[in-house]
Each structure stands twice: as C-alpha cells, then as structure tokens.
C-alpha cells in the first residue's frame, strides 16, 4: 500500500474550499481537510511531503495537441518569439553554421513584423548556404522553402506553391512529405519528448489530433507504443483520426482498424477549411487583406453529412477542424442532411465535436447546441492575434474580428466548451490559456477564470466521453491527478475588468485560484493516478 500525505498548502476542490491537506493512497485520493486535521492523521506509513504553501489542482486536459509536431518544434529553430524578418534569417543562419542536412523551423508569424511579409525562398538560399531549408508559419497551415528545395522538388507545378518559396495545401504536404521523418523510432522519440514537456506543465492528461496530411498513420501508431511502453509514466492520451468515411461500414472498418480502445473518435484535424493566418480558412466574404480571396474548402455539405451519418449510425464520435464562418457554414449544412438520413437522436447520442469554431454567429450556436455539439477551442489564440492592430484585424477587418474565439458565448448558449492549445501553434500553458479567457480582448467574450479552469479540466474529460464520474475533479475517490504550483497569490476571480478579485472566507464555498498578473504559477509536480510524471518539488 503506498500512503502520500500532501499539507501545509492549498488544495482545490469543490468539497472544501479552505482545504489544505490531502491524502493519496495507491493512486486514489483517500481524504481531503485541514492543516490540524493532517497533523492528527499522520503517521510513520506515510510519505508526507510539505506543499510550503503550494497550490494543488486537478491536472490540466489539453482537448488540441499534436504530439509528434509539438515534440519536432522543440528540436526545430524557434521563430516564434522573432520580431522582425531579419531575425528569422539571422536564425536561420545560426543553424546553417551548425551540423549538416535540413534546417526546419517552426512558429514564425509575419503579421507582427515591420515587413509583413513571409522570408523569400531566395533569402533562405542564401541565409542557409544553400542547404535545404523549411520553416512552418506558427498556423503549421503553410511554410516557406529556400530555392533550391523548391526547384528539387518542382513546387512551381504543384497547386498550393505561391512563389518565392510559399507553400500551402498541396504544395506543403509535398515538402513534408519529402523531409520529415514520419519512422516509428523518430515519431516515438517526438511524442514521448512532447508528453514529458507537457507533462512539466501541469497537464495529467491530453487529445491527441492525429490525421494522414499532418503526420500520418504510422506517427499515430507509433504513438499507441509508445504508451503501451512508457505510458504509465506520461499523461494519459486520448487519440482522435482525423480520416473522412462515407458510410458506417467504412467507419466501423477504419475505428476499428488501429485496434480495441484505441480510438476515442474519427474527428480532429479533418479539415473543412485551413486558417486565418494562411488565408486559407473559407470566409463568407473576401479577406481584408487580400481582394477576391475567400480561402479554400477541403470538404463540402455532402461529404461532411456522410461522415457525420456513418459515425452517429455506429455510435462513434465525429467531429472536424472548422475555423472560417462559411467552413461553418458548410458543417451546419452537413448536419442538417445527416439528420434527415439517421436522425436528431442519433446526432446528438454521438458527442460530435468541433475543433476550434472561431468564427461563428448566434444562428450557427444555436444549430450547434440542437445537435449536442461540443466546441473545444484555443483562447490564446486570441491572446495572439485579436485586437485593433492584431492578425484578425489584418485579415478580417475590425468588425469581423470582434467577438471572435468567444468562449463566454458558447458557454452562454448551453455548448459544452473545452480547452487546448493547438500545441505547437501556441505555447503549452494552460495558466496562460486561463489568463486569455479572463482577458480576451472583447469583454463581452471574457468568462471567470473558474469557468476556464473548469473547461481545461473537467471538461476535457467529458468532451472525450470518459466514464469516470470524478475525472478532472479533486474529491475523496477520485483518480489522484492533480499538478503542484508555486502561486504568489490566491483569489475570487472575475471576468469583468472592474472587479478583479473579492475576498472569500469558509462561508463563499469557492476555492481559489492563483493571481494571474505577471509571473505566471510554475508547475512543482505533476501527479497522475498517484505516480509522478514531473517532479521539480
């Protein structure tokens, strides 16, 4: 039997919002009270560990990853922190002068810089010496080849090759496919470096959107070893493919075919339409930006209404990578005809889900909440791009922009809402992601920082259609889960930017939750199902 006594700190948990001790014994939470409760409780059985006033919380479920992308970027150049062009291609040189074969790197993002405009592929010639080059906008929608690259592998005859080294579509799954190693031994060592990575973040537990034109079936398999082997010891994964299908044969085939409970659904990155950044999410009406451009379609009505129809008819859960207002559009549509085909109850008893829904309007949340619809969406990427002078503006215009990402109108229309990263489009803080939910730059979309904790938690757990009633959840019984933080203050918090924090006693029966202006909470451990994942204690 192993015993932990976990005191002296805070503990979040919806039984007792003064808690500051806890007991874990083999991998379940055992009993959750006081300081001088704790100190009666103790004994020589125990492992006490002392939290020196840490904050304890249920680990955090990061509902959009890409594991196998986000463990590359940590070995690729880092760009996502560049301001300029010229610091792109000072990076880039950096890297030429060291080791040899391509030079990959990952987050760039031009909306921000005085040029405003993507490297050239003859800049990246030269900055690299001519070796290979390949650097993924922070979107990971579209890239930027050097010369020589392009000319090898003869882009300017592929669709999606926009000239001086732009790709996207086509065009960049070519590049991909040509220079990244999607091996079993490489795919693994990525996923088991992002899972350790988040693992230092305070996540217990992630949704992995794996599908063929990200990094393909083999990178997901490799995946499922590497949690048959180590998984113990890394967050739990839960794993969407993201491959259409046309009827219920073919879903019970393709389900069924990566193995028993491998699967939590035929969702994910299966792609409507692409993304702001790139100009290729599919808009109503024309980007800003870019006279005459709508973006593009990867899927229209008929084709979504099939797979909607062929996993409600088998009872698994669907779902696509929706971003522009026509994208949704065309999903609602689907929905419609799937309905007419197997029926509303059918619809609504699969849990069908929604990646990222950036841009939707109260007709199109209410089509979503009739179905039984859950939106799992990335607050920081508002954090990132909304504002007067931000991304969306560029693209969008100032009145389009305004209310997008909108966790607070989903919540307000009755849509179960999760939370994720996109990882590695945005960083892997999920005390950061709460922070952009408190506030997004419309104040109408802001919610409390409980409600965002509440959907990077709990809610995680429930949008993958997990059974256990406690998942996400510190109480006596539940899984013990959780992440230590070192936090300089714990308060009420409020979405309104006219009250930030009230204060609380025994009697509000609300646990607190740390101040998130400055230094962020830095995670101390993370715990899942009693054993350690990180430890920095």
Known sequence: ???????????????????????????????????????????????????????????FFDSHVHLGELGAALESVDLRNATTLAQVLERVAAAASRGDGPIFGAGWDESGWPERRAPFASELQAAAGGRDVYLTRIDVHSGVVNEGLAERLKLDSVDGYRGRGLVERTAHQVVREALIDNSAKTGAKHQEAALRHLASRGYGAVAEMAAPQISGRADLEALFNTVDSVGDELPQVFAYWGEAVSNAAEARALFSSFGAGRLSGLAGDLNIDGSLGSRTALLRAPYTDASGMFGHSFMDAEAIAGHLAACSEVGIQGGFHVIGDAALDAFITGLDLAAERVGLAAIQGARHRLEHVEMADDAARTALLKYGITASMQPLFDAYWGGADGLYAQRLGSERATGMNSVARFLASGIPVTLGSDAPVTESSPWATVKACLEHHDQASRISARAAFLAHTRSGYRAVG???????????????????????????????????????????????????????????RTVRQGRILFDAL
């Open 1 to 59: 039997m192993s015993l932990s006594l976990y005191r002296n700190g805070s503990i979040y948990t919806p039984a007792d919002p003064q808690a500051t001790a806890m007991l874990v014994e083999d991998g379940t939470v055992a009993w959750i009270g006081s300081e001088s409760a704790a100190g009666a409780l103790a004994d020589s059985r125990m492992d006490v560990i002392d939290l020196g006033g840490g904050l304890v919380t249920p680990a």
């Open 466 to 524: 997990e059974s256990t009633p406690f998942a996400g959840q510190l109480v006596t019984g539940s899984d013990a889960t959780f992440a230590i933080w070192q936090a300089s203050e714990l308060i009420v918090q409020t979405p309104d930017v006219r009250v930030s924090s009230w204060s609380t006693d025994a009697r509000a029966g609300t646990p607190m939750l740390p101040v998130l202006e400055g230094e962020l909470p830095s995670c101390l």
